[in-house]
């Protein structure tokens, strides 16, 4: 079964990641490894992951897990990445975020990447990328207003305009909850990807003990914080809909 795991970035999409292959392919349950995860940008880069597994894997796994930031919604062209359908045929796994302290986390996380590269393919081939290219001189005004007009069409194609909400073929998981209650909602999500399945809490809570999932931080002595007010135009009516439709209003 082939998973659509659609993120907003920082929205603990590798700390899910990191959760869901301890529990599935935790050594010792006896049913060998069920999950494999593609993080598409520098893997296969296409859908559904391409890649092969090795056979002594590929003979228990149940779950494909491939990641997506659907950056057609970022850059408004297939250069990075072809537009992602929602297909009624799929299922997918949406993680969302409260947009300010989300693009603050991807300001701060741009600072320490400037001088990394990825690697993406072309129609000509191979071609390397500057992750962080010469934007950074603008700053973050730059930076936090494509970040949040990207994440309000994140959040209309995802959320409010996205056919499957109300079914089973989605899970919407908003950063914020997940991190006030990890063990819950990460039960839902095994649930989700595997609906038969009977939820070993033992391992769990193993899990649990050797991971550490932290508070959201707080952004109020950002550098920048006075611009919030001003910023928060731009995407808050999109996130109060969000909120009152998944129910998110305590947050």
């Not at 990445?81 to 997918?92: G, N, Q």
């Not at 089973?168 to 649930?191: M, R």
């Amino acid at each position: 079964m082939n998973i659509q795991c659609v993120s907003m970035p920082r929205s603990g999409h590798h700390l899910l990641a990191g959760l869901l292959l301890a529990y599935f392919n935790e050594d010792g349950t006896g049913k060998g490894k069920r999950l494999s995860y593609c993080n598409y940008y520098d893997c296969c880069q296409h859908r559904p992951c391409n890649k092969d597994k090795p056979p002594a894997t590929a003979s228990t796994l149940e779950i494909n897990l491939q990641k997506s930031h659907d950056e057609y919604l970022l850059f408004g062209n297939n250069q990075f990445e072809p537009e992602l359908e929602i297909s009624t045929k799929a299922k997918y796994l949406i993680q969302i975020r409260d947009p300010i302290p989300g693009t603050v986390s991807v300001y701060k996380l741009a600072l320490s990447r400037r001088k990394k590269t990825r690697k993406y393919q072309t129609e000509e081939g191979w071609t390397t990328v500057q992750l962080v290219p010469d934007k950074l001189k603008y700053g973050w005004p730059a930076i936090s207003v494509r970040q949040l007009q990207y994440r309000k069409r994140f959040l209309e194609k995802w959320v409010l305009h996205n056919p499957l909400v109300d079914s089973d073929n989605s899970y919407i998981l908003d950063y914020d909850t997940f991190v006030a209650s990890p063990q819950k909602k990460l039960q839902e999500i095994i649930t989700f990807l595997s609906p038969a399945e009977d939820i070993d809490t033992s391992c769990l809570e193993t899990i649990f003990k050797q991971t550490h999932v932290h508070a959201a931080r707080s952004i109020s002595d950002f550098e920048f914080a006075s611009s919030f007010k001003e910023l928060d135009t731009i995407c808050s009516e999109t996130w109060q809909e969000c909120k009152e439709k998944l129910g998110l209003e305590s947050y």
